[in-house]
């Protein structure tokens, strides 16, 4: 089994920085990318980010340049650093994971999923 623990979520005033935290833990073997995505409320799940194993990243248009995703694999940990934070970052952030070694966003969305954490930007 596999587990995605996400932590470092919380409320931000806009212009502010959070960064995100997502601990794998169980068969880490069989991942090799892993990512973010967020939902809003009413809104469709839609990826953020997504990194390999071999560091290869793919952003969302709407957080280039603001967000970067990172990934420690020694301690099975990936990471995502948001800066200028604005009101529409709010949402429900999900860490995902699963075993392709490619940068396209799977169309159905990754394999195993943590149980997300909430972001919250005030204007």
């Known amino acids: 089994q596999m587990q995605l623990v996400e932590s470092g979520g919380g409320l931000v005033q806009a212009g502010g920085s959070l960064r995100l935290s997502c601990v794998a833990s169980?068969?880490?073997?069989?991942?090799?990318?892993m990512g973010w995505y967020r939902q809003a409320p009413g809104q469709q799940r839609e990826l953020v980010a997504l990194?390999?194993?071999?560091?290869?990243?793919n952003y969302a248009d709407s957080v280039k340049g603001r967000f970067v995703i990172s990934r420690d694999n020694g301690k099975n940990t990936a990471y995502l650093q948001m800066n200028s934070l604005k009101p529409e970052d709010t949402a429900v952030y999900y860490c995902?994971?699963?075993?392709?070694?490619?940068?396209?966003?799977?169309?159905?969305?990754?394999?195993?999923w943590g149980q997300g954490t909430q972001v919250t930007v005030s204007s």
């Open positions: 995902a994971a699963d075993r392709r070694a490619t940068t396209v966003p799977p169309p159905g969305g990754m394999s195993y």
């Open positions: 169980g068969s880490i073997s069989i991942i090799n990318r």
């Open positions: 990194i390999t194993a071999g560091g290869f990243t």
